[in-house]
């Protein structure tokens, strides 16, 4: 079955420091990546999605994921994080169920940002 | 401005009176859908709709029910509401892609 994990709980960085969140997938066929973020007490915003080709893209926010299929990842990077940056980071991956195209969500990373 | 909306956004009540948590979006999309977030378990599917009267049950369908009526808005049901349904609700819809768009959540206390 199709799956969806963030190795990583919880991470705290500090202002200007940079910033990799993990995300692995499991799916048998070439994913649909998506990286949401949930600000507190907000909805889930897209920052950054991968279809197909350049396995680089870029995001809102200064944010930016690499797809690497030998690994089955999508992390998020983020050369300098800011204050504003603490939130909830969830990486998704589509997948067609029947007449549902829907997406398999992980557990979701925590960040906070030390000043 | 493209968008969903809900109301409302936060909700307390008691065991077995029926609420209805409304949902709105002005993208002219067809597919809708509703979740539960919950600490640890994450995002999970409670229904969704393919279109006007077209829904189907997420993975986790169980004390709810919902309604497609107008391509705009997907209210959600409980007819009889439990404190295992307290959580933080999210609607969202999609176009014709995988991306979609969530509203600002709803935080449902059932006491």
């Known amino acids: 079955a199709q799956s969806v994990t963030q190795p990583d709980i919880h991470i705290t960085v500090s202002e200007g420091a940079s910033l990799e969140l993990r995300c692995n997938y499991s799916y048998g066929a070439t994913p649909y990546l998506f990286w949401y973020v949930q600000s507190p007490g907000q909805g889930l915003q897209l920052l950054l999605k991968?279809?197909?080709?350049d396995t680089l893209v870029q995001g809102i926010k200064g944010f930016e994921a690499e797809f690497k299929r030998s690994q089955s990842s999508f992390n998020l990077r983020k050369p300098s994080v800011h204050w504003s940056d603490a939130a909830e980071y969830f990486c998704?991956?589509?997948?067609?169920?029947?007449?549902?195209?829907?997406?398999?969500w992980g557990l979701g990373t925590s960040l906070a940002v030390n000043p | 401005e493209a968008q969903v909306t809900q109301n409302p956004r936060y909700l307390i009540t008691v065991t077995g009176k029926k609420l209805t948590v409304t949902c709105s979006q002005n993208?002219?999309?067809?597919?809708m859908s509703w979740y539960r977030q919950d600490p640890g378990l994450g995002l999970r599917q409670i229904y969704y709709s393919m279109n006007v009267e077209v829904t189907d049950k997420g993975d986790v369908p169980e004390g709810y029910k919902v309604s497609r009526k107008e391509k705009r808005n997907f209210p959600l049901i409980l007819e009889s509401p439990s404190p295992n349904q307290t959580s933080l609700y999210f609607c969202?819809?999609?176009?014709?892609?995988?991306?979609?768009?969530f509203g600002p959540g709803t935080r449902l206390t059932v006491t």
């Open positions: 969202a819809s999609r176009g014709l892609s995988y991306e979609q768009y």
């Open positions: 991968y279809f197909s080709g």
């Open positions: 993208m002219n999309h067809e597919y």
């Open positions: 998704a991956v589509g997948r067609e169920a029947g007449n549902n195209r829907k997406l398999i």
